[in-house]
């Protein structure tokens, strides 16, 4: 039962902390905030058009009611009551009768003459509207909250030229009590939206990261044991395919990496092998029975030879193994590349002594290059050593130095005439360890690691190592540098 609790805890934390979860809230949330930007602009616009369109109104009909008294010309200083009129405001109403008569808004309207009120309208009973403005031909739009005439705000359209002062007014009732109706709808619909986003946002989060679910179960299943298979997926074009695709390829540099490690150690063990089963060999056979001085200083130089042997592969393998990471530091500067070969042929030129091989420098565009001089010498003099070594008797080994002036480039190639390299196994000599199965089976020294140094030299000057070999003809390995 514990374990049970112990699950259900372990899921509900993972699902509180997914991306499942954060995509649905995140949805949910743009959802919710999209509507309420929707809504405050729907609330505003409308209640900023319906103002619009009362003061549109309320001008309109302020302007009509000056028209009439403008085209009328009544005289209400002298106004005498009649037959057909027995008060001003009789007058006034014939006057304004059709702009009054045709606007079906339930207008209050207050006319005033030489600051006397000559009009009310019978909505305004006994209440006048008290208003002080400035005389102009504009209209004035004024906004009454406390008014005597309703409980509701006043949309009032004053005008005041020559002696007449024309109040046109609305409550703004109408207005408020359809922006209430919409906010009445948006509190109705907001609890839907929400568990409409809700609802949504899990759905396509699920359908989202359904192929994401199946990309890491496949995942979990790779293991070192089946390295060979691919997860599905890589053909779309969408991130997830790309995630695939990168995927697939760390898993591919995986296994090459593995399958490296298993070559090299083999061939670790098969190199250090041999140099210590000759020494146990000779110290069991020294020891089984009594030996001349002579016999123990032989075994002695045959056991140091190995030693030295070990010691020299060990180094090898370790300053590879530093340079891959970066734990050598450069000393980088500017050098002539034919005054750099100059110097590592003559220091080297003994070597060729005991097969009869010259060795020689030439340049053809000498130019500058920014290396650091100890590591590349180290890589040149295993070149020239390799071509001396399996290079023919009486033969010349050329030190090449070049500069193309197009690409920008320093070549530094080192040519002989010897055995060859066959054209399969071009791609795998500067791999740790590699030896031709010819070479191996003769009596010709090495452990494998001269062209691994190399190889890790020039990458680290951001170089490049090309092979161009005839079995039995002329070989070239070529260092290409970027010129300094």
């Known amino acids: 039962m514990l374990n049970v609790f112990k699950e259900l805890a372990a ?19 743009l959802f919710l905030v999209l509507e309420l930007i929707i809504g405050v602009t729907i609330y505003y616009y409308l209640y900023q058009k319906l103002n619009d369109q009362l003061d549109f109104s309320l001008t309109k009909q302020a302007k009509a009611i000056l028209t009439y008294f403008a085209e009328s010309k009544p005289e209400f200083d002298t106004f005498e009551p009649d037959s057909l009129y027995h008060a001003p405001d009789e007058l006034v109403w014939d006057i304004i009768y059709d702009a009054v008569a045709l606007n079906p808004r339930n207008t209050f309207i207050q006319i005033s003459y030489n600051d006397k009120i000559i009009y009310k309208s019978d909505n305004l009973k006994k209440n006048e509207l008290d208003l002080k403005i400035k005389a102009s031909s504009d209209v004035q739009i004024i906004e009454l909250e406390e008014n005597p005439v309703t409980e509701q705000p006043l949309r009032i359209a004053a005008l005041e030229v020559d002696k007449y002062r024309i109040f046109v007014a609305f409550p703004l009732t109408s207005i408020t009590q359809t922006l209430l109706y919409l906010r009445d709808i948006y509190l ?3 609890p839907v939206f929400f568990i409409i986003s809700v609802l949504g946002g899990a759905l396509i989060s699920t359908k989202a990261l359904k192929r994401l679910d199946l990309i890491i179960k496949k995942t979990d299943e790779i293991t070192a044991q089946n390295l060979n298979e691919k997860i599905e997926g890589e053909e779309y074009s969408d991130e997830f395919g790309r995630l695939v695709k990168r995927l697939n390829g760390m898993i591919e540099r995986i296994r090459d990496s593995f399958n490296y490690l298993n070559q090299f150690s083999i061939a670790a063990s098969h190199e250090l092998k041999t140099p210590l089963t000759i020494l146990r060999g000779e110290i069991e056979v020294a020891l089984k029975s009594d030996k001349t001085p002579e016999y123990y200083k032989e075994v002695l130089e045959s056991n140091y030879e190995e030693t030295l042997r070990l010691i020299r592969t060990v180094d090898n393998l370790f300053y590879i193994s530093r340079l891959d990471r970066s734990l050598i530091q450069f000393t980088m500067r500017d050098t002539s590349a034919f005054e750099f070969i100059k110097r590592v042929t003559a220091s080297i030129s003994v070597l060729g002594r005991e097969k009869n ?22 890589a040149l003099y295993n070149l020239i050593d390799n071509a001396i070594k399996y290079g023919n008797e009486n033969s010349e080994v050329v030190v090449l130095s070049e500069f193309n002036e197009s690409t920008g480039k320093i070549k530094i190639s080192v040519s002989n005439y010897g055995t060859g390299i066959a054209e399969d196994v071009q791609t795998k000599i500067f791999e740790p360890f590699f030896r031709v199965e010819e070479v191996r089976n003769s009596n010709i020294s090495g452990a494998g690691l001269g062209l691994s140094v190399v190889s890790s ?6 170089g490049m190592l090309e092979v ?16 300094g």
């Open 457 to 462: 030299v020039v990458k680290s000057h951001n």
């Open 357 to 378: 091989i010259r060795i020689t420098a030439d340049c053809i565009n000498d130019s500058i290059m920014f290396v650091d001089e100890n590591q590349m010498r180290q």
């Open 11 to 29: 899921r509900s934390k993972a699902f509180l902390f997914s991306t499942r979860l954060r995509t649905t809230l995140w949805y949910s949330i």
């Open 468 to 483: 161009s070999s005839i079995q039995g003809g002329l070989t070239i390995f070529s260092i290409i540098l970027p010129a």
């Open 188 to 190: 109705i619909l907001f």
